[in-house]
């Protein structure tokens, strides 16, 4: 059941992402694996080890969100530094830095632009089989309660969503994703997620994926789920055949 | 899973959802298109708010959205919940206390542009983006139905209005003719988005209507950048249309240059135009005829009609018979006109010479942005008035020598807009004449509609940024509230358990205005968290 995880609107207003380059690294698994295997080494102490952003280095992933970058600027701050930063000049050789960029390009874009390993249809059948549908929608098929995932490969890096699945309270401090229940002073109950809470109202999208807008006056008690309502064990339900194809299939749901 | 798909499908067909019907009834609690009404009415029954007691309106929340800056959005509200939008993206509100329920935004569009609102059936809420993509979300969850492109911005058209829902049908329309495209009305399948019908604006070579062009005919214009209105018995659409292009050169295209500038009446099964009249034949002060088509059946002449009401960017204000397309009358909506006479007994204006830009400037009144504009008018039934935002402007009118490049950014020169004053003015649908004005104090620089309700009230924006309520009988000032910036798209009623709402957009964000109710302490309830 439930959250794979909010859907953050990927990327700019500036609409551009990193895949400008024809570097033959851009989008290599072996580049992309060297890169990362550079990046937790020389880049992972200040920009942490996912990009996520440390004490001394931004956020490389939600950065590109809002000022894409070409790789090639990428590869040139690499090289040079930033100057009035601390992020420092290297000495790496051509390749490795777009071993790097290519990593830092893969972290960032959209999944389905990239080239994603797995099978989708297999990956279709998986998200049957698991029930994905029975909370999350995907083109007008399928429930209410979850993000819906019309367009998640067209809005989220690929590792954003394999994070989502494996982990999916991660995400849960982005709006709309808490799982409720209510109690009314009237004795209704309801449950579901909480689209928007506030202490005086509450925005609860329920399994049947209808809306109740409430007073938190009219509210007796309330539950609040501190992990997900997705289950947290699909890393131990599925196969690693069957999480990649799920991810191709994922990876393969855009709107454009 | 099977049983799950079943109970949801049991479920779907229990709720409530938006019918056709209700949005030919008219705003009845909700506010279901953009409009009001199918007529263009912007009027609402709710009788809480009344011109006895809006001087006890309050602020009861503000949204503002995300990355706003100028919206021109008109809220919908359905079932409580509110729905605005803003370029390539759109948020469900709870319309009782303004917070935000869902957003959806497609980052990947590839242009930026204003957007002037969404429309509703069924389920769905639609939206264009402004590369042209009809998008239905599932309005309880913000999720895509489906998402498909309708035009092609690689030739100038862009998408700003607000979609029209009639029946099966979402009507859209296209935006860019001042850069240079070619215009048309579409109507899009409401269940998965594929095209039912197209009608251009601006005749194809060869063509009937190709000989009042010039070379320039394929990038001629005609846009159709606002919703239009809908007669459900005549099964009539009436659509406006823009300038032609380029705008202020008009030797390159020399006659009338249909359809532009032109209300247009389409059938809503064929799109085949049933008639078409043209406001400002050759127009090269970029008067498009983007101005709320108003239906209503009053008397003409003592005579029993059906009309279209149609206060013009020109200066004009025009009642046409909405059957056949017969022009009925005309006259001054401001002042200061001094391109035309007036009108002649055809519709035609008698155009007073040396009154087109010219390299060195011409001064000409109205100005650039037209004695009105596309800001939503009001008909309220109570007092049998009509209230338009007017302006009294002139501007200097340029025109450049260089040779038209299409989707450059070209328009052929350019015009001032200097000084000029906003006023409300009250017109009788009858004889034309003003009955009441509230003239205000600003730059000239707002684009706010009106909103009228049978409690007697007109509700719009100042030119100073203020949300005005007017006593719709006189155009007495009842109320005020100063938003902080101006606003630049048209107010909207609604209620919600009993409790009714005037909203509206200002540059940035969504205000929502109520009669005054002593505050009510809230008591948290137990809250327990679980892991």
Not at chain 2, 171 to 183: C, F, K, L, Q
């Amino acid at each position: 059941m439930a959250a794979l995880a909010v859907v953050l609107p990927l990327a700019a207003q500036h609409g551009r992402y990193l895949n400008e380059s024809r570097n033959p690294a851009i989008g290599k698994p072996e580049a992309i694996a060297a890169g990362a295997k550079l990046f937790s080494g020389s880049c992972g102490g200040c920009h942490g080890p996912d990009g996520g952003g440390g004490a001394r280095g931004p956020n490389l992933v939600q950065r590109a969100l809002w000022h894409p970058l070409a790789d090639e600027a990428i590869f040139q701050a690499i090289r040079k530094g930033i100057p009035g930063t601390d992020m420092p000049p290297t000495a790496l050789e051509d390749e490795q830095t777009w071993n790097l960029v290519a990593f830092i390009h893969n972290l960032t874009g959209p999944a389905s632009e990239q080239k994603v390993p797995g099978d989708a249809a297999a990956g279709k059948q998986v998200y049957a089989s698991a029930g994905c549908g029975g909370c999350h929608a995907i083109r007008g098929e399928g429930g209410r309660l979850a993000p819906d995932l019309s367009n998640i490969g067209g809005s989220r890096p690929l590792a954003s969503i394999r994070e989502s699945i494996l982990e999916p309270s991660k995400d849960l401090f982005y709006l709309g994703n808490e799982g409720v229940s209510v109690t009314l002073k009237d004795g209704r109950k309801l449950e579901g997620v909480a689209k928007n809470r506030s202490n005086y109202s509450l925005q609860l999208i329920d399994r049947k994926g209808d809306l109740h807008l409430l007073r938190m006056n009219d509210v007796k008690e309330m539950t609040v789920r501190a992990n997900s309502m997705m289950p947290g064990d699909y890393g131990k339900r599925l196969t690693k055949e069957q999480l990649r194809d799920l991810l191709a299939y994922l990876a393969g749901q855009t709107i454009r | 899973m099977r049983n799950c798909f079943l109970i949801f499908a049991c479920t779907a067909g229990l709720t409530a959802q938006v019918k056709y019907d209700a949005i030919v009834q008219g705003p009845r609690a909700d506010w279901l298109t953009y409009a009001g009404n199918y007529q263009g009415w912007r009027y609402s029954p709710l009788t809480q708010i009344t011109a006895q007691n809006a001087r006890m309106l309050t602020p009861q929340w503000v949204y503002h959205v995300p990355d706003a800056r100028g919206l021109r959005s008109s809220p919908l509200v359905y079932d409580g919940v509110l729905y605005i939008t803003n370029t390539n993206s759109i948020y469900a509100v709870d319309a009782r206390t303004g917070r935000q329920i869902w957003q959806w935004a497609d980052p990947r569009a590839k242009r930026q542009g204003v957007n002037r609102g969404s429309a509703i059936l069924g389920n769905r809420v639609y939206l264009t983006t402004a590369d042209n993509y009809l998008v239905a979300l599932d309005r309880r969850s913000g999720g895509v139905v489906f998402s498909k492109k309708f035009a092609d911005e690689g030739k100038g058209t862009t998408s700003t209005s607000a979609p029209l829902i009639v029946k099966d049908k979402v009507i859209v329309g296209s935006a860019g003719g001042d850069s240079g495209m070619r215009g048309f009305i579409a109507a899009l399948s409401a269940e998965d988005g594929r095209e039912l019908w197209r009608t251009y604006t601006v005749p194809a070579k060869g063509e009937p209507g190709a000989e009042s062009w010039g070379d320039l005919i394929e990038w001629g214009g005609g846009a159709a950048w606002l919703s239009g209105t809908y007669d459900p018995e005549l099964n009539s659409l009436f659509w406006t249309t823009g300038n032609p292009w380029p705008d202020f050169a008009g030797a390159t295209r020399k006659g009338d240059n249909l359809y532009t500038c032109s209300l247009l009446s389409l059938d809503l099964d064929t799109g085949k135009m049933k008639w078409h009249f043209q406001f400002t034949p050759h127009d090269t002060h970029d008067w498009d005829a983007q101005s709320w088509p108003v239906l209503l059946d009053t008397e003409i002449n003592g005579r029993p009609r059906k009309v279209v009401l149609h206060a013009n960017r020109n200066g004009f204000f025009y009642a046409l018979d909405r059957v056949t397309g017969e022009f009925l009358r005309a006259t001054k909506l401001i002042d200061n006109v001094t391109w035309a006479k007036g009108i002649d007994d055809k519709g035609r204006p008698m155009e007073i010479p040396g009154q087109d830009p010219t390299p060195e400037g011409n001064w000409v009144c109205p100005s650039v942005k037209g004695a009105t504009n596309w800001m939503g008018q009001s008909y309220s039934p109570l007092t049998g008035l009509l209230y338009v935002i007017t302006l009294e402007q002139c501007g200097r009118y340029n025109m450049s020598s260089q040779t038209p490049k299409p989707m450059s950014n070209f328009s052929g020169g350019g015009a001032t807009e200097e000084g000029g004053q906003v006023i409300v003015r009250a017109l009788d649908p009858k004889t034309g004449k003003r009955v009441w004005e509230y003239p205000m104090t600003g730059a000239g620089r707002m684009w706010t509609g009106t909103v009228s309700t049978a409690g007697g009230v007109l509700f719009t924006g100042d030119d100073d940024g203020h949300f005005v309520a007017l006593d719709a009988k006189s155009g007495k000032n009842l109320w005020h509230f100063n938003m902080g910036e101006l606003s630049t798209a048209s107010p909207i009623t609604y209620s919600v358990d009993g409790k009714q709402y005037v909203a509206i957009a200002s540059a940035t964000a969504v205000f929502a205005f109520g009669l005054f109710e002593p505050a009510e302490p809230v008591t948290t309830p137990a809250i327990t968290v679980v892991k």
